[in-house]
Antibody, heavy 122, light 107 residues
Framework: QVQLVQSGAEVKNPGASVKVSCKAS????????IHWVRQAPGQGLEWMGW????????DYAQKFQGRVTMTRDTSLSTVYMELSRLTSDDTAMYYC???????????????WGQGTMVTVSS | SYELTQPPSVSVSPGQTARITCSGD??????AYWYQQKSGQAPVLVIY???KRPSGIPERFSGSSSGTMATLTISGAQVEDEGDYYC??????????FGTGTKVTVL
């Protein structure tokens, strides 16, 4: 079945970087964009950016420009989200999500990963 | 930065109609999407492109948009519809933004 499976929970020190993976299966990996969304404990959802797995093209939310990098490995059907210079404000659940549009992009995410909890603490 | 404003909470009795609004300047030109999130779970898409329902979503969920406001309507709300609801759209530059979220209580 179509699914996105994310890597496990991470605990990082302030100032460090974290790299979260999202492995796709059950569909043509290069045909659908992947977005990243995060949610701090008890808070709302926050869009971080997207990657086009076909071209490698990306777009990041202004808030994360210069600090986030999204990449993909087509041989593994996996996308990665790396966030650097972590602070306690980056403690959150991080989700990857796939729009339902074949070959296009939109905000209609019908498939979500299970989430990866990233905790930033000294 | 661009904001999508929602009421913090909406309460409704079972079988009644719940309406959740989402206000944003760009909504007159951009699509609205709606997500339901239950505690400890990933969000679920319930409405896309203002008023389309994904397969598997009950017919009691509907969406509309007029001017700078989008509305999610739950007609005949059920106890299982409780959760947090977020609207979602894009700003004029194409960046995506989530609304502030609305907690729906059915009791």
């Amino acid at each position: 079945q179509v699914q996105l499976v994310q890597s496990g929970a991470e605990v990082k020190n302030p100032g460090a970087s974290v790299k979260v993976s999202c492995k796709a299966s059950g569909y043509t990996f290069t045909a659908y964009y992947i977005h990243w969304v995060r949610q701090a404990p008890g808070q709302g959802l926050e869009w971080m950016g997207w990657i086009n797995p076909n071209s490698g093209g990306t777009d990041y939310a202004q808030k994360f420009q210069g600090r986030v990098t999204m990449t993909r490995d087509t041989s593994l059907s996996t996308v990665y989200m790396e966030l650097s210079r972590l602070t306690s404000d980056d403690t959150a659940m991080y989700y990857c999500a796939r729009p339902l549009n074949y070959g296009g992009n939109s905000g209609a995410f019908d498939i979500w990963g299970q989430g990866t909890m990233v905790t930033v603490s000294s | 930065s661009y904001e999508l404003t929602q009421p913090p909470s909406v309460s409704v009795s079972p079988g009644q109609t719940a309406r959740i609004t989402c206000s944003g300047d760009a909504l007159s030109k951009k699509y609205a999407y709606w997500y339901q999130q239950k505690s400890g779970q990933a969000p679920v898409l319930v409405i896309y492109e203002d008023n389309k329902r994904p397969s598997g979503i009950p017919e009691r969920f509907s969406g509309s948009s007029s001017g700078t406001m989008a509305t999610l309507t739950i007609s005949g709300a059920q106890v299982e519809d409780e959760g947090d609801y977020y609207c979602y759209s894009t700003d004029s530059s194409g960046d995506y933004v989530f609304g502030t979220g609305t907690k729906v209580t059915v009791l």
